[in-house]
């Protein structure tokens, strides 16, 4: 990866870990309001690891170079970290990254050529 590459990756993980704590829930504890309940949280690892994949998925889509396992993958990790099993982010967002490198790797194969 490019030290370029790298900066970019780091500022949109940075910018999503901001935003995801950012987002924390904010009509909780209004005057006259019963606290509402909040999501189960997950780990910083697993937050930083689904902000890794997104930022991934995105740059392949842009590229259009997105493997549909890398799309289910990433749609699995979103749903763990909803439920909170911070295991499953981590594994899925893995995942998803790595099949998303595999499919802009494959954008460098050579076109193949049929008859002339």
């Given amino acids: 990866m490019s030290k370029a590459m790298s900066k970019v990756l780091l500022a949109l993980t940075s910018a999503a870990l901001l935003g995801l704590t950012g987002c924390a829930d904010l009509n909780a504890n209004k005057a006259g309001d019963k606290p509402t309940a909040?999501?189960?949280?997950?780990?910083?690892?697993?937050?930083?690891?689904?902000?890794?994949?997104?930022?991934?998925?995105k740059e392949a889509k842009a590229k259009n170079a997105l493997w549909t396992t890398a799309d289910a993958a990433l749609k699995a990790a979103e749903k763990a970290a909803a439920e909170g099993d911070s295991a499953t982010v981590i594994k899925q967002?893995?995942?998803?990254?790595?099949?998303?490198?595999?499919?802009?790797?494959?954008?460098?194969?050579?076109?193949?050529?049929?008859?002339?």
């Fill in 38 to 57: 909040t999501k189960a949280a997950i780990s910083a690892e697993a937050k930083a690891a689904l902000s890794a994949a997104q930022a991934d998925v």
């Fill in 93 to 116: 967002s893995k995942l998803a990254s790595d099949h998303v490198k595999k499919g802009l790797a494959q954008l460098n194969y050579p076109m193949l050529k049929v008859g002339d």
